[in-house]
C-alpha cells in the first residue's frame, strides 16, 4: 500500500435522498414480505420471517446512528431484503436490483478524498482517477477550498472538510509549488 504526503477530504454533501431511497426499499421489501405471507404465497416462510426481522432490527440501528448524528449505512438492510426477495416467487430479477443498490449505497457515501504525492494525485472514486503534475497549472489551498488548475482549462474547487489551518495549508502549497515547478 502506498503512503501519500498528504490526503485532503473533500467536504461531503448531504446523504438525506441516497437515505430516503434507502429507507424506501427497505419499505417496499417489508410491504412485499407481508403481502406474500399473508397472500399465501409458495414462500420460504423462515427466510422470509428472518429477512424481515433483520431489515427492522438494522433500520432501528440505522435511526439510532442518525441521532448519534453519524453517517448510517443502510447496505446491510438492503442485503438482508435481497436476500428476502431471492425467495419470494420471480424475485431473482429483484434482488439482483437490490444487491447493486447495496453495494452502490456504501460508496455513494465513502468521502471524496484526493492523495497527493510526487508523482500524482489519486482521487478515491471508483475506478480510481490519476492526475499527473504534468496535466496541471497549478493546485493550491485557500480559506478552506482546494483549487485545481488543469492545463486544458479546466478548473476544479471543492471545499475541504474542515481541521486544517494555516500552516497545514502553507505546507500543502509549498509542497504542490515545488512538484509544479519539477514538472515544468
Not at 434482488?95 to 494525485?121: N, R, S, W
Not at 471508483?126 to 493546485?139: G, Q, S
Request: aromatic residues 16%; proline residues 3%; hydrophobic residues 45%.
Amino acid at each position: 500500500m502506498k503512503l501519500y504526503p498528504y490526503v485532503i477530504e473533500l467536504k461531503r454533501s448531504s446523504f438525506r435522498l441516497l437515505d430516503f431511497i434507502s429507507q424506501l426499499l427497505l419499505l417496499i421489501s417489508l410491504s412485499a414480505f407481508t403481502y406474500a405471507l399473508f397472500e399465501g404465497l409458495p414462500v420460504n416462510k423462515m427466510a422470509i420471517y428472518l429477512s424481515a426481522g433483520g431489515i427492522i432490527g438494522w433500520w432501528v440501528y440505522c435511526l439510532i446512528q442518525n441521532r448519534k448524528e453519524q453517517i448510517p449505512y443502510y447496505r446491510w438492510g438492503i442485503f438482508l431484503a435481497c436476500l428476502g426477495w431471492w425467495y419470494l416467487p420471480n424475485g431473482g430479477w429483484i434482488c439482483t436490483v437490490y444487491l447493486l443498490a447495496g453495494f452502490f449505497e456504501k460508496q455513494a457515501k465513502f468521502p471524496e478524498e484526493l492523495a497527493f504525492d510526487q508523482d500524482e494525485i489519486v482521487v478515491n472514486s471508483l475506478p480510481k482517477k490519476h492526475i499527473y503534475w504534468e496535466e496541471l497549472n497549478n493546485v493550491v489551498i485557500k480559506d478552506g477550498l482546494l483549487t485545481i488548475d488543469f492545463k486544458n482549462n479546466k478548473l476544479l474547487q471543492k471545499e475541504i472538510q474542515s481541521g486544517s489551518n494555516a500552516k497545514d495549508e502553507q505546507d500543502f502549497n509549498e509542497f504542490c509549488r515545488n512538484r509544479l515547478q519539477a514538472t515544468a
